[in-house]
């Protein structure tokens, strides 16, 4: 299974509009093979490197989606409508829906994990990164990830 962005290059930099700096939205994400096992999808986007990549104090959670269905092959750029069956967990500041790169210094880096599961979870009323993958536990067939890095300007 691979997880791409044609935002970002792996390992290269995210473009400032997809930050706080700027419009805040999604970047478009696109993955192809998902195993014929698979039943859903979860995508975690988070941040090893809060608040200060040369100290790291904490993992920063930027998005937490699950229950993507494994027909969808990716998400739209400044994605509004999210594919059918798609449920949102709660990112770091405690809201469902992306919040962009917003790094307080240095440059961190932003994995965008993408979870094939082998069941599909119940609702988990807008889980936190933790609760989701206490969920997927014993129902990973398979994953993937991109990572992508931002610094902010001046």
């Not at 941040?47 to 027909?71: G, M």
């Amino acid at each position: 299974m691979q997880i791409t962005s044609n935002a970002f290059n792996p390992n290269g930099s995210i473009p400032k509009q997809y930050t706080c700096e700027d419009a805040n939205v999604s970047p478009p994400l696109a993955w192809n093979g998902v195993p014929s096992s698979a039943k859903s999808l979860a995508l975690i986007v988070d941040d090893p490197d809060a608040p200060d990549p040369a100290a790291p104090l904490r993992i920063w959670v930027h998005w937490v989606l699950y229950n993507l269905p494994v027909s969808a092959s990716g998400l739209d750029e400044a994605v509004q409508e999210l594919p059918a069956g798609t449920l949102e967990g709660k990112n770091d500041w405690e809201v469902t829906g992306y919040g962009g790169p917003c790094p307080p210094i240095g440059r961190h880096r932003y994995f965008h994990k993408l979870y094939a599961l082998d069941v599909v979870l119940p609702d988990l009323r807008e889980p936190d990164k933790k609760t989701l993958e206490q969920a997927m536990q014993g129902h990973i067939v398979a994953e993937a990830q991109v990572i992508g890095t931002y610094q902010k300007e001046g």
